[in-house]
Antibody
Framework: EVQLVESGGGLVQPGRSLKLSCVAS????????MTWIRQAPGKGLEWVAS????????YYPDSVKGRFTISRDNAKSTLYLQMNSLRSEDTATYYC????????????WGQGVMVTVSS | DIVLTQSPATLSVTPGESVSLSCRAS??????IHWYQQKSNESPRLLIK???QSISGIPSRFSGSGSGTDFTLSINRVESEDFSVYYC?????????FGSGTKLEIK
């Protein structure tokens, strides 16, 4: 059974940093791209970052480029999201998702982890 | 960026009715559209990939159609468990984008 379990969320002040983790199981992690998607409270879904199966390439929207960094440790089947210079508009539930290579759709989602940016 | 416009924003139906949800892209995207269902307080779930391709484990009452700029998610005879929010997502080009969702509610 595919499982994606996120952790690392919480309350953080504006301008500070936070690092999310996602432990994957039930599939061969290094055969898949991985993606973070977020959802602000009561709002829709927003793509945050994607990484290829080897970790050799990463992709971001302009809203987080230069502030967020996606990475992975294939030996630990773990995905990360380092979030720096956090803003109030980054407040959201962050989902770890499995992404088919070159297909960019998301067939498995984690339960999500809440990040609140507030003073 | 490719903008996806979903309509209607809310759809009120009676269980047993059949419905169609629309997703329109701001430019042609071939069949690079995917549909998700999100029930209240749950993570989204993939329903349909590449406009019309079925997903293992998803009930056959869900189907998708369309290409280019206009896409439709159809639910044949809505059941009580189907009342939730539906999102479309394009994978044609970066940035990946989602529609704003259609909420399917009980009339």
């Amino acid at each position: 059974e595919v499982q994606l379990v996120e952790s690392g969320g919480g309350l953080v002040q504006p301008g500070r940093s936070l690092k999310l983790s996602c432990v994957a199981s039930g599939f061969t992690f290094n055969n898949y791209w991985m993606t973070w998607i977020r959802q602000a409270p009561g709002k829709g879904l927003e793509w945050v970052a994607s990484i290829t199966n080897t970790g050799g390439s990463t992709y971001y929207p302009d809203s987080v480029k230069g502030r967020f960094t996606i990475s992975r440790d294939n030996a630990k089947s773990t995905l990360y999201l380092q979030m720096n210079s956090l803003r109030s508009e980054d407040t959201a539930t962050y989902y770890c998702t499995r992404d088919l290579i070159y297909n960019n759709y998301f067939d498995y989602w984690g339960q999500g982890v809440m990040v609140t940016v507030s003073s | 960026d490719i903008v996806l416009t979903q309509s209607p924003a809310t759809l009120s139906v009676t269980p047993g009715e059949s419905v169609s949800l629309s997703c329109r892209a701001s430019q042609g995207i071939s069949t690079s559209i995917h549909w998700y269902q999100q029930k209240s307080n749950e993570s989204p779930r993939l329903l349909i990939k590449f406009a019309s391709q079925s997903i293992s484990g998803i009930p056959s009452r869900f189907s998708g159609s369309g290409s280019g700029t206009d896409f439709t998610l159809s639910i044949n005879r809505v059941e009580s468990e189907d009342f939730s929010v539906y999102y479309c997502q394009q994978s044609y080009s970066l940035p990946l984008t989602f529609g704003s969702g259609t909420k399917l509610e009980i009339k």
